[in-house]
């Protein structure tokens, strides 16, 4: 009983957004609000839980922000997502293998990783540019290929610093390579609030909360509103004198470089370096939370990324505790696997213009 | 009218399908049940009953020979289908002359596993006596909790490769 | 006119053109002996063709690369991990798990149809976001539900804490059963005569079908879904019922497929089957809407000569084995991608000549 009137609180609280809400989004909020409410009961720790989700917020946020741009440019979701990742780990293997340490390392990752992502990402809206209307699946094969190309070339580039190759053959990347001594919690440790078992990482969030205004800022200027324009109507934007293809190729670049970025960040908060295979699948959970945050196909906010952020990493850390300590049967995989896939299926399924 | 007699013979197209293909799929049950069969060439005791074991049988299935069997050694073939056939080559001693026997055999639906006796089966003893079920006792390799494995890169390397 | 002919023609053949370069080039490097490359080349051909070929119906219909037929394929891993429990065996055990997969696959295949459906135009992303939802729902069934809810006996299957499979599923009491039916073995080639008959037997299904009133629909609807519509077309019923097709032939090679292994890896065997059959058929020569039966065979010769050749030559040139493994693997997401791509370019280009042509019609009609 008590449980239906605190849906209902939340639900007049989050009144405003509700409609385009959609059933499936309204069943996660749901389901996340339950499994806060029942976590205290089965002896989870409330505040150890919620750091954990602010903390996940902190490390993935970036990545979910990514896709905002690509969105809003008609080019759909960015399942080449891996593709930005890439460039992130060429910046931080870089910063490593030339020796920057501790937090400043992250700068130089940063700066090193930025080139990368915009050639990259150059070529790659370049080729999404030429393909209109079947980005999506396209791009989740770029990111795959990429991926596999660069398994090859962690295995073959000329990088020396012993804290990163294979100790016996003394070449070839780890496949997890150790940020202690780099730049794990570089971010986190600026500001960190620590009140009994809750801990806020002040400086990732802030992080994340100037990239996000940054990017609230750049579609309220002339080239963000050419960009909303061109993913609302290209047609239209064409005839009022907009360069679509040029926009449409900043957007990809941003998001390319959001990526890599974004890696950058995941990496100092979870302290490893991960290559090889691991980039693989990383855009379906970005897609999938920005979804979940109340997202389309062809319509993001920045609203929807921080809320989606927020749900699918909720979900993503609470139910393997909440269903250990409740029913001693770890169902949390299929769960994130159900959920997530559905969410971007049903987004799929929705009736959209643009993107044709 | 018409179309719903076109309609009726559809129906009876699928019905007729469906139940053949059901058919079919009990068939493989019976035809398909496979069985583990061991051989003992042990001497048979029960109730004061002794019945003594000969010196060597080999056992054949489909002319190929499966086993060789000297006193108190047990072998086992995999088989399909409810009915055992096999042919038994007896050599009662040492040195001695051997005898064929041609044995068919109805095997228990519900056992995996069944252990016949040979010497008690040769000595004309009911199947209750002389076949038994085989409950194997579980490999302490099985009996360890294995780590499930669900990751969605797991597999990515090996295509169709052994 | 003649001109464009040869540059389709060689834009057509241009990925089978490389492969034959890439094996051309590998073969000789990786010093396999011929017999051994044959030989494995064939077995290759009776497990894949199968599967493959399940792949074409959907583009027959227009509904590009159906990246879900992993679907199928969990269907019949569902059904032989049954069959195996039951310990029904050999040539029976295929047929009865064929049985089960079958009204599985033909569900999987209904939910997929309709989602394609209300997916219409993103039909390939939606189908491979399909695979990994219901891989999902596959996984809540095979690691919760079997055992508790779907009785499993035998420990040999089943995880010691009382529900759920295990990693591996021995197929051993069925292993190759199909393959040495009929035993034939040419010059130390062994052929797997039996299955190439099951193969050959789809082949002609495929042909035969092809000529139906139901399979010209889907031709027409392949084409041109409005044209379709207006010729009194069912056309979402149509699209439906080629991807059930296609899943209940899928399941039924994956059957194919795993009694050639001799095991199932539970939760990994169907997640990349999709990926590289589709690779495979790329590489013979097809296109998103365009597949022939021609194309599954070459598709695989070469696919897989690549695939046995590449990493040994890797080895020997690097002194690596990994760089072989990787590059294998890249060519085959690159080769999915370039054809993606070539698809893709090729639909908008001929988008603008039919829209150029409708303009000047309708220049010639204004002048009227």
Same mark, same amino acid.
């Given at each position: 009983?008590?449980?239906?009137?605190?849906?209902?609180?939340?639900?007049?609280?989050?009144?405003?957004?509700?409609?385009?809400?959609?059933? @499936?989004?309204?069943?996660?909020?749901?389901?996340?609000?339950?499994?806060?409410?029942?976590? @205290?009961?089965?002896?989870?720790?409330?505040?150890?839980?919620?750091?954990?989700?602010?903390?996940?917020?902190?490390?993935?946020?970036?990545?979910?922000?990514?896709?905002?741009?690509?969105?809003?440019?008609?080019?759909?979701?960015?399942?080449?997502?891996?593709?930005?990742?890439?460039?992130?780990?060429?910046?931080?293997?870089?910063?490593?293998?030339?020796?920057?340490?501790?937090?400043?390392?992250?700068?130089?990752?940063?700066?090193?990783?930025?080139?990368?992502?915009?050639?990259?990402?150059?070529?790659?809206?370049?080729?999404?540019?030429?393909?209109?209307?079947?980005?999506?699946?396209?791009?989740?094969?770029?990111?795959?290929?990429?991926?596999?190309?660069?398994?090859?070339?962690?295995?073959?580039?000329?990088?020396?610093?012993?804290?990163?190759?294979?100790?016996?053959?003394?070449?070839?990347?780890?496949?997890?390579?150790?940020?202690?001594?780099?730049?794990?919690?570089?971010?986190?440790?600026?500001?960190?609030?620590?009140?009994?078992?809750?801990?806020?990482?002040?400086?990732?969030?802030?992080?994340?909360?100037?990239?996000?205004?940054?990017?609230? %800022?750049?579609?309220?200027?002339?080239?963000?509103?050419?960009?909303?324009?061109?993913?609302?109507? @290209?047609?239209?934007?064409?005839?009022?004198?907009?360069?679509?293809?040029?926009?449409?190729?900043?957007?990809?670049?941003?998001?390319?470089?959001? %990526?890599?970025?974004?890696?950058?960040?995941?990496?100092?908060?979870?302290?490893?370096?991960?290559?090889?295979?691991?980039?693989?699948?990383?855009?379906?959970?970005?897609?999938?939370?920005?979804?979940?945050?109340?997202?389309?196909?062809?319509?993001?906010?920045?609203?929807?990324?921080?809320?989606?952020?927020?749900?699918?990493?909720?979900?993503?850390?609470?139910?393997?505790?909440?269903?250990?300590?409740?029913?001693?049967?770890?169902?949390?995989?299929?769960?994130?696997?159900?959920?997530?896939?559905?969410?971007?299926?049903?987004?799929?399924?929705?009736?959209?213009?643009?993107?044709? | 009218?018409?179309?719903?007699?076109?309609?009726?013979?559809?129906?009876?197209?699928?019905?007729?399908?469906?139940?053949?293909?059901?058919?079919?799929?009990?068939?493989?049950?019976?035809?398909?049940?496979?069985?583990?069969i061991y051989f003992d060439n042990k001497p048979f005791e029960s109730a004061?009953d002794k019945i003594e074991a000969p010196y060597k049988v080999e056992v054949l299935v489909?002319?190929?020979k499966v086993a060789r069997l000297k006193e108190g050694e047990r072998g086992m073939v995999?088989?399909?289908?409810?009915s055992f056939d096999m042919q038994l080559v007896i050599t009662k001693e040492k040195?001695g002359k051997s005898s064929k026997v041609k044995v068919s055999l109805p095997i228990?639906?519900?056992?995996?596993?069944v252990v016949i006796n040979l010497p008690a089966m040769l000595a004309g003893k009911g199947p209750e006596d002389y076949m038994t079920?085989?409950?194997?006792?579980?490999?302490?390799?099985?009996?360890?909790?294995?780590?499930?494995?669900?990751?969605?890169?797991?597999?990515?390397?090996?295509?169709?490769?052994? | 006119? +003649?001109?464009?002919?040869? *540059?389709?023609?060689?834009?057509?053949?241009?990925?089978?053109?490389?492969?034959?370069?890439?094996?051309?080039?590998?073969?000789?490097?990786?010093?396999? &002996?011929?017999?051994?490359?044959?030989?494995?080349?064939?077995?290759?051909?009776?497990?894949?063709?199968?599967?493959?070929?399940? !792949?074409?119906?959907?583009?027959?219909?227009?509904?590009?690369?159906?990246?879900?037929?992993?679907?199928?394929?969990?269907?019949?891993?569902?059904?032989?991990?049954?069959?195996?429990?039951?310990?029904?065996?050999?040539?029976?055990?295929?047929?009865?798990?064929?049985?089960?997969?079958?009204?599985? &696959?033909?569900?999987?295949?209904?939910?997929?149809?309709?989602? !394609?459906?209300?997916?219409?135009? *993103?039909?390939?992303?939606?189908?491979?976001?399909?695979?990994?939802?219901?891989?999902?729902?596959?996984?809540?069934?095979?690691?919760?539900?079997?055992?508790?809810?779907?009785?499993?006996?035998?420990?040999?299957?089943?995880?010691?804490?009382?529900?759920?499979? =295990?990693?591996?599923?021995?197929?051993? &009491?069925?292993?190759? +059963?199909?393959?040495?039916?009929?035993?034939?073995?040419?010059?130390?080639?062994?052929?797997?005569?039996?299955?190439?008959?099951?193969?050959?037997?789809?082949?002609?299904?495929?042909? *035969?079908?092809?000529?139906?009133?139901?399979?010209?629909?889907?031709?027409?609807?392949? $084409?041109?879904?409005?044209?379709?519509?207006?010729?009194?077309?069912?056309?979402?019923?149509?699209?439906?019922?080629?991807?059930?097709?296609?899943?209940?032939?899928?399941?039924?090679?994956?059957?194919?497929?795993?009694?050639?292994?001799?095991?199932?890896?539970?939760?990994?065997?169907?997640?990349?089957?999709?990926?590289?059959?589709?690779?495979?058929?790329?590489?013979?020569?097809?296109?998103?809407?365009?597949?022939?039966?021609?194309?599954?065979?070459?598709?695989?010769?070469?696919?897989?000569?690549?695939?046995?050749?590449?990493?040994?030559?890797?080895?020997?040139?690097?002194?690596? &084995?990994?760089?072989?493994?990787?590059? =294998?693997?890249?060519?085959?997401?690159?080769?999915?991608?370039?054809?993606?791509?070539?698809?893709?370019?090729?639909? =908008?280009?001929?988008?603008?000549?039919?829209? $150029?042509?409708?303009?000047?019609?309708?220049?010639?009609?204004?002048?009227?």
């Amino acid at each position: 009983m008590s449980e239906q009137t605190q849906s209902i609180t939340i639900k007049e609280r989050v009144q405003n957004f509700i409609e385009d809400f959609g059933l @499936p989004r309204l069943i996660i909020t749901g389901f996340l609000i339950l499994l806060l409410i029942i976590a @205290p009961f089965v002896g989870a720790d409330l505040p150890t839980q919620i750091s954990n989700i602010i903390n996940r917020f902190s490390w993935n946020g970036i990545l979910v922000l990514a896709m905002v741009p690509m969105v809003h440019s008609g080019c759909g979701l960015n399942f080449g997502l891996p593709l930005g990742i890439i460039s992130g780990l060429l910046g931080a293997t870089l910063s490593i293998e030339l020796g920057f340490t501790g937090p400043f390392s992250f700068v130089m990752a940063a700066l090193l990783a930025t080139p990368f992502a915009l050639v990259f990402g150059s070529v790659y809206g370049w080729l999404l540019n030429k393909i209109k209307g079947g980005e999506m699946m396209i791009a989740t094969y770029v990111g795959f290929s990429s991926v596999s190309l660069m398994c090859m070339m962690w295995l073959l580039l000329p990088y020396h610093s012993p804290n990163m190759v294979w100790g016996m053959a003394g070449k070839g990347l780890r496949t997890t390579i150790s940020l202690e001594g780099y730049y794990t919690q570089a971010l986190a440790n600026i500001l960190q609030i620590n009140i009994g078992n809750l801990s806020i990482p002040t400086g990732a969030i802030l992080f994340f909360a100037i990239l996000a205004f940054a990017m609230w %800022a750049f579609l309220h200027t002339k080239t963000g509103t050419a960009m909303t324009a061109v993913g609302s109507n @290209p047609d239209f934007a064409r005839s009022a004198g907009i360069n679509v293809d040029r926009i449409r190729l900043i957007s990809v670049v941003m998001s390319t470089w959001l %990526a890599a970025i974004g890696i950058l960040v995941y990496e100092q908060g979870f302290g490893f370096v991960q290559l090889y295979m691991a980039p693989f699948y990383m855009a379906l959970p970005a897609v999938s939370a920005i979804l979940i945050g109340g997202a389309t196909v062809n319509k993001a906010t920045i609203t929807n990324v921080i809320v989606g952020t927020i749900l699918f990493q909720g979900i993503v850390t609470m139910t393997p505790t909440v269903m250990n300590n409740m029913i001693h049967l770890d169902m949390s995989e299929v769960i994130r696997i159900v959920v997530s896939n559905g969410m971007i299926l049903y987004a799929l399924t929705r009736k959209t213009e643009g993107t044709k | 009218m018409k179309i719903k007699k076109r309609d009726k013979a559809t129906w009876i197209v699928r019905g007729v399908t469906l139940l053949i293909v059901i058919a079919i799929a009990v068939l493989m049950f019976i035809i398909g049940r496979g069985h583990t069969i061991y051989f003992d060439n042990k001497p048979f005791e029960s109730a004061g009953d002794k019945i003594e074991a000969p010196y060597k049988v080999e056992v054949l299935v489909g002319g190929e020979k499966v086993a060789r069997l000297k006193e108190g050694e047990r072998g086992m073939v995999e088989t399909m289908g409810q009915s055992f056939d096999m042919q038994l080559v007896i050599t009662k001693e040492k040195n001695g002359k051997s005898s064929k026997v041609k044995v068919s055999l109805p095997i228990p639906y519900n056992m995996d596993g069944v252990v016949i006796n040979l010497p008690a089966m040769l000595a004309g003893k009911g199947p209750e006596d002389y076949m038994t079920e085989f409950v194997p006792t579980p490999s302490s390799a099985e009996l360890e909790d294995e780590e499930v494995v669900t990751d969605e890169t797991e597999g990515l390397m090996d295509f169709g490769d052994e | 006119m +003649k001109k464009t002919s040869i *540059r389709d023609l060689v834009t057509r053949f241009s990925v089978p053109l490389m492969f034959v370069l890439i094996c051309a080039v590998c073969a000789p490097i990786s010093g396999l &002996s011929p017999t051994y490359l044959i030989n494995e080349i064939v077995t290759r051909m009776g497990r894949n063709a199968f599967l493959i070929l399940s !792949l074409l119906i959907p583009i027959m219909a227009g509904m590009g690369l159906n990246f879900s037929m992993t679907l199928g394929a969990m269907a019949g891993e569902i059904g032989l991990i049954l069959v195996c429990d039951w310990q029904i065996v050999g040539i029976p055990g295929m047929i009865l798990a064929m049985i089960i997969s079958v009204p599985i &696959s033909a569900l999987l295949g209904l939910f997929c149809g309709k989602v !394609l459906n209300m997916a219409k135009g *993103r039909e390939m992303i939606t189908s491979y976001i399909i695979s990994f939802f219901i891989n999902g729902i596959y996984q809540l069934v095979v690691l919760y539900m079997m055992g508790p809810i779907i009785p499993i006996k035998h420990g040999s299957i089943k995880l010691p804490r009382g529900y759920g499979i =295990r990693n591996t599923v021995s197929l051993l &009491s069925m292993r190759q +059963k199909l393959d040495n039916l009929i035993p034939l073995n040419i010059a130390g080639i062994k052929i797997p005569v039996a299955t190439f008959i099951v193969v050959f037997i789809l082949c002609i299904v495929i042909v *035969r079908f092809r000529k139906t009133k139901l399979g010209q629909d889907m031709r027409a609807v392949g $084409q041109d879904m409005e044209v379709a519509r207006d010729a009194g077309i069912d056309v979402e019923r149509t699209r439906i019922i080629s991807m059930i097709l296609s899943t209940v032939f899928a399941g039924i090679g994956m059957i194919i497929y795993l009694q050639n292994m001799g095991n199932i890896a539970t939760y990994s065997s169907h997640s990349q089957i999709g990926m590289f059959c589709i690779a495979a058929l790329l590489v013979g020569g097809a296109s998103v809407d365009k597949a022939s039966i021609g194309n599954v065979f070459l598709g695989i010769i070469l696919f897989h000569t690549m695939f046995i050749v590449a990493p040994k030559a890797g080895t020997v040139i690097t002194g690596d &084995s990994m760089i072989g493994e990787y590059f =294998r693997v890249f060519v085959s997401y690159a080769v999915i991608t370039v054809a993606l791509i070539m698809y893709e370019t090729g639909k =908008r280009r001929a988008k603008s000549r039919e829209g $150029q042509m409708l303009a000047q019609q309708q220049e010639v009609s204004d002048e009227d």
